[in-house]
């Protein structure tokens, strides 16, 4: 399986940004698809997963919506009220084995993409 995301940019705090992960080789609507990101001298954290419905990490739950495409093999991340502290590299993440429970877990996940950067100013 190989990801590619894209998407990422500068913006002003407030604005939104779309995220988008397109997915190729063994995939199905079962796989788990997520969004971790890292910022700078930060450790990898998680930002949102789904596989039929979403989750979220507190820090962005109201504000950023996960989605995806079977059809296209293709995972988005609309962020919305974007705030300084979402500045960092987002990355996507695939897993076909993934439960439930640990979605939010980067270590349940086979399958990462390059990573896309996002800077929010101030």
């Known amino acids: 399986v190989q990801l590619q995301a894209s998407g990422g940019g500068l913006v002003q705090a407030g604005e939104s940004l779309r995220l988008s992960c397109a997915a190729s080789?063994?995939?199905?609507?079962?796989?788990?698809m997520g969004w971790f990101r890292q910022a700078p001298g930060k450790e990898r954290e998680f930002v949102a997963a789904?596989?039929?419905?979403?989750n979220y990490a507190r820090s962005v739950e109201g504000r950023f919506t996960i989605s995806r495409d079977n059809a296209k093999n293709t995972v988005h991340l609309q962020m919305n009220s974007l705030k300084p502290e979402d500045t960092a590299v987002y990355y996507c993440?695939?897993?076909?084995?993934?439960?439930?429970?640990?979605?939010?877990?980067?270590?349940?996940?086979?399958?990462w993409g390059q990573g896309t950067l996002v800077t929010v100013s101030s």
């Open positions: 789904i596989r039929l419905s979403g």
């Open positions: 080789g063994r995939t199905s609507h079962r796989t788990a």
């Open positions: 993440a695939a897993g076909n084995s993934v439960i439930l429970s640990s979605m939010n877990e980067g270590t349940a996940y086979d399958y």
